[in-house]
């Protein structure tokens, strides 16, 4: 079976880079962010009409397996010297060190993938690798909320799915 890769909102801090390693601007951004949704796309939507071009035999495995990787509605955050911690709802965590080699991180026991951070101007990108798929969400802070803009690249369909979603910091 394809595996797809995770979506979802993944927290940020402002960094810069400075001397070829990542400091933070404005502090770290930690904290507990919550799905807004009246703000940003609906990537269920985004993901339905993208899958729509997939062949009757293909399109249920795909939009279910792509709709689980999206609901997210809450994310808690760490970022400390380098390093990103990532929770969303009530899975396993995420911790990746920006800039090094990816991790092996599963959200359910058919999904794992290869997650990898970077620093990219004042956001931070996540990426993450599955076996025949790519995610990349770039966090940035907009205020006190959490902005993420992703990417899924499936060689199955014809043109990436792209959606942004809005996150409302808690504390």
């Known amino acids: 079976m394809r595996q797809w890769a995770l979506s979802a909102a993944i927290g940020v801090a402002i960094w810069s880079p400075a001397s070829g390693s990542a400091s933070p601007v404005q502090g770290v951004v930690s904290g507990i962010y919550v799905l807004d949704d009246s703000r940003g796309d609906n990537a ?13 035999a293909k399109r249920p495995l795909a939009r279910t397996r792509l709709r689980k990787s999206v609901a997210v509605n809450r994310i808690r955050i760490s970022i400390t010297e380098g390093r ?6 009530a899975h396993t965590p995420i911790v990746v060190w920006i800039g090094e080699e990816p991790i092996k991180w599963k959200l ?5 993938f290869d997650v990898s951070a970077k620093v990219d101007g004042g956001a931070i990108s996540l990426t993450f690798r599955g076996d025949d798929s790519e995610r990349t ?3 940035r802070s907009v205020g006190r909320d959490l902005v993420a803009d992703t990417t899924i690249i499936i ?6 799915i792209i959606y942004q979603q809005v996150y409302n910091r808690t504390n």
């Open 108 to 112: 359910i026991e058919e999904l794992v």
């Open 155 to 160: 060689p199955l369909l014809a043109k990436p």
């Open 84 to 89: 990103v911690g990532i929770a969303y709802d």
């Open 137 to 139: 969400t770039l966090y």
């Open 44 to 56: 269920f939507k985004a993901i339905d009409s993208a899958v729509a071009e997939l062949s009757n």
